[in-house]
């Protein structure tokens, strides 16, 4: 099997491991007595963990002579199983959100390492096409999402768990038998490992960590009303079943965005791409706000994601490897992956805590004035990239 194919079905494996994970977190803690609030504290605390964790093992993969990306992948692969091999015989509440948060922080760091994997390859000649493996990411999701929705009912919770085993001990396979070749030109690679810290990193991208910023808020926006899906459905006369169809056409319909993004980037600059779904999910924050049945969610749903999400997910990663030099491209996609973590423990700390004390819709109106601040932090990235392409052109002419 080609390199190209193996990496588009890690894609697929990967964001059905990010549907049991993240699309029902909620539901498995909801089956043990965890409050919204309790199960946001535990969200957030281990995306805050992902989050300060994800940096550190990008910069170990562009700075370290013994560690690279696959090694990496593979040790979070191991603990994720361990994690859901545990939880599979675990009945205890305690150890239960402990072990479900885990695997919630570990998927989480997972994503920037299978990112980087994309880029890699590239870089030395092979065709990836990353918008496709991760429109491809997408469709498995969806799939996954509407069969653990119809399962859980007869089969009960543990059945997510059951479907997180079988798709990492699938992933360990596979990364085994993908290639790793060394760093292009070692002898460079080494230099700027000596040389290159945090500190030069932030100096050098100014523009992509004002971004990076802006990113972590519109995903802070994007896992409240994901992560609490149930409960805007609920608010709408909704259940489980009614949560797993709307998680499975957010996903469907992120699928021609992904399989495009490549050609949007040359329509237009990935940064002004990242605006529009800023707007967007402001936009997408009052019509959550607006809507009174199951079916006008659904709408949203479909209409919306398109915009924000879908953008947000494959525009990000090209914009990560156009902004930052190869020999910093691990802790770059490890930076824009971590806005993914930021997200989440915001969103979930924050979006719990709303909820419980104020209601769902207190929980949107916030998002969305979270969502307009980032939009402005990233018309002002924009404006500062927009501005050095410039100054490159006419030092050129």
């Known amino acids: 099997m080609s390199v190209k194919n193996k990496y588009r079905i890690l894609q697929c494996l990967y964001w059905m491991s990010g549907c049991v ?3 029902y977190f909620i539901s498995y ?4 007595g965890f409050s919204a609030r309790v199960s946001g504290l535990i969200a957030a605390a281990f995306a805050l963990a992902a989050a300060l964790l994800q940096p550190f093992l990008g910069r170990l993969a562009d700075k370290s002579s013994r560690f690279h990306w696959k090694q990496i992948l593979l040790l979070l692969d191991f603990m994720t199983l361990a994690c ?10 305690a150890a239960v959100g402990i072990l479900f948060g885990a695997v919630s922080m570990l998927v989480t760091a997972i994503l920037s390492m299978v990112n980087v994997a994309c880029f890699y390859y590239e870089h030395r000649g092979v065709a990836m096409n990353f918008g496709f493996a991760r429109a491809l990411g ?30 990492f001990a699938a992933e360990i396979l596979l990364v085994f038998t993908m290639p790793y070749e060394g760093p292009a030109k070692a002898a460079a690679a080494a230099e700027e490992k000596k040389k290159t810290g945090f500190g030069v990193f932030f100096r050098r991208y100014p523009a992509f960590i004002l971004m990076v910023a802006a990113c972590a808020l519109f995903l802070t926006f994007h896992d409240m009303y994901t992560n609490y899906l149930l409960r805007i459905m609920e608010k709408v006369g909704g259940g489980n079943e009614d949560l797993g169809i709307a998680l499975a056409l957010a996903a469907a319909v992120e699928i021609p965005v992904m399989i495009l993004s490549g050609w949007l980037v040359k329509k237009m600059r990935s940064y002004w791409l990242l605006v529009v779904s800023g707007a967007a999910l402001v936009v997408r924050g009052f019509a959550y706000l607006a809507a009174g049945t199951v079916m006008e969610i659904y709408l949203i749903q479909v209409v919306f994601q398109v915009l924000t999400f ?3 997910a494959s525009i990000g990663v090209y914009f990560t490897d156009e902004t930052v030099a190869e020999e910093d491209l691990a802790t770059g996609q490890s930076f824009m ?8 423990t915001i969103g979930f700390f924050v979006g719990g805590n709303l909820i419980d004390t104020f209601g769902v819709d207190a929980m949107l109106e916030t998002g969305t004035a979270i969502s307009a601040v980032g939009t402005g932090l990233a018309v002002i990235s924009a404006l500062m990239l927009t501005r050095k392409v410039k100054r490159r052109k006419c ?3």
């Open 29 to 32: 803690l909801d089956e043990y």
């Open 138 to 167: 997408s469709l498995a999701y969806a799939v996954l999402s509407v069969i653990l929705g119809k399962l859980i009912a007869p089969c009960g919770i543990k059945v997510v768990v059951i479907a997180g085993i079988l798709i």
């Open 395 to 397: 030092a050129a002419g």
């Open 21 to 23: 994970a993240w699309g």
């Open 310 to 312: 879908a953008l947000i």
């Open 84 to 93: 859901l091999v545990a939880l599979l015989f675990c009945n205890a509440k």
């Open 337 to 344: 992956g971590m806005t993914m973590a930021c997200g989440n």
